[in-house]
């Protein structure tokens, strides 16, 4: 028994030797000049481990307040309730809000089991590696690489769009709505913002603090709700009735059909229970990515499942004026039905200043997140200059490169702010499309290639109902992604035209000759992490 022992004992000290070896091997190789617009040459062998070379800064109770305030769920609901005003009514915005996100949650469980399996902070080009057949996954990588950079890129600058237009709206509050700015002037305060997101997000002091300040954003976020549905139940009057809320219906969309409607109602749904790769792309910034992103993606869908639903029927019943939607104060329903709920402004004006630094707080998670995928498709060849964006700084351990381009980036894609709002509207369904297009491919090789390609002591395990979650998780991303693509009002008019599958197939062109003229020499698919 103890020469059995003794021989495993020394089993297991031979493999740690040979892992400690191959890790040192390749932070070796790591330390190797090379030439620019070239990828790490540890990328080269693609039966090599990835070193994680950025600091553990983020606990899992950080984790899940970047994520929650990343989409400010329960609160950025409030922004479709314009859709009671003739697409659906409240009943549909009610019922379809509950069916998008019970499907959303399909999708969560099963990203959130293959992140547990493959963690890497690509993301899902990693995973698509992992899953694909040998002579698929480069290209099929590649693409995920390119869509997810879009879609974290548009949805960056949609959030700090999103962020300013709160912060205008509070400011819009506390003068009685007499403060009127001009597109340009809101531009240069979405600027202004991201500047201060890139400062704090390439300095080591300041992410530091953020990433502690954000262990207590989960509770500032539900300490708001908790305030706002209180302070809206108990003064707004008078409230709407039930058979308003969960059973009248107002189609003035041109649709004759009405199933097609409550499709369109489920879009508040998707739209607050997703992002779903921002977790994994944080994963060399937290301590055991294997255990904790799959934690934080299901505890922070479900906080935004529950939270979103609650504040849908809470300002359904709360809305008073709903004439006063179609023109709101500061372009934002919620502070609009704030405002005529409250008949107060110290407390609407509380509400709103809440609302803004937990916008503003998720608008740095951005950065932060976008950063992480922009230096992890540099360093493996999928853009130019991988010895510039692809490089962290080793003092600070951050990829401050990286955070310039997303605030570059960010700043002019904000240039939308002055143009119209279908330009918008259109970025927002082109970065759905992205990630239908990622998380789709994903599950669709789970599917196709088989659940026994997972490894068998990942954290998440869904066992025998794996195989059902994936199937409807894919059903439902192929059916939201043909809906979304449709005009909401008939007739189809040049400012009410969705616009999102040209958009979509628009920005990926410029990732063709990127391909041809640099990545399919340079490109290397990600190989698992020494996590």
Known sequence: MNSSVSSEHCHKAAIHDSVEMEVSQLKDIQAEPRKSNEPSPILNDP?????????????????????????????????YTTLILGVGGGAFLFWGTVVGVVFQIFIALSLAEIASAFPHSIGMSHWIAQLAPPEWKRGLSYWASAVTMLQTQFDGAS????????????????????????????????????????????????????AKYNNSMAYVINGTIIYQVVSL??????????SSVFLSVDNQTGWTNDGVVFLFSTI?????????????????????????????????????????????????????????????????PLAQILWDGHRSLPLTGINMLLMSVIFVTGGLGFISCSSRLVWQVTKHGGLAFARVFGHVNPKTQIPQNAVFFVGTTTILIS??????????????????????????????????????????????????????????ALAWIILSSVFLCFPTT??????????????????????????YFYSKKHYVTPSKMAF
């Open 47 to 79: 039966e090599k481990v990835e070193v994680s070379e950025l600091k553990e800064r983020f606990s899992l109770t950080g984790m899940i307040g970047l994520y929650f305030s990343l989409g400010a769920a329960p609160l950025a609901v409030g922004s």
């Open 159 to 210: 959030f700090w769009i999103i962020t300013v237009r709160v912060v205008t709206a509070t400011v819009s509050v506390f003068t009685s709505g007499s403060t009127n700015l001009e597109n340009w002037q809101i531009y240069l305060i979405i600027a202004g913002f991201v500047l201060a997101g890139v400062l704090i997000n390439s300095h080591d002091t300041l992410l530091s603090g953020y």
């Open 233 to 242: 139940l108990v003064r707004s009057s008078p409230k709407q009735s039930a």
């Open 268 to 332: 508040p749904g998707i739209s607050v229970v997703s992002g779903f790769n921002y977790v994994a792309h944080m994963a060399e910034d937290m301590p055991e990515p294997r255990r904790t992103v799959p934690l934080t993606l299901i505890a922070v869908t479900l906080l935004n499942s529950v939270t979103s639903v609650a504040m849908i029927v809470v300002l359904l019943f709360c809305t008073v004026n709903k004439e006063a939607l179609y023109e709101p104060i500061g372009g934002m």
């Open 415 to 472: 240039l939308l702010q002055v143009g119209t709002q279908t330009a918008l509207n259109a970025l927002m369904g082109f970065s759905f499309l992205c990630v239908a297009f990622s998380y789709g491919v994903s599950i669709l090789l789970l599917v196709v290639r088989g659940r026994h390609l997972l490894p068998q002591n990942r954290y998440l395990n869904l066992g025998r109902l794996g195989l059902p979650v994936n199937l409807v």
């Open 490 to 515: 008939l007739p189809v008019q040049a400012d009410t035209m969705n616009y999102a599958a040209p958009v979509f197939f628009g920005f990926l062109l410029f990732f063709v000759p990127n391909w």
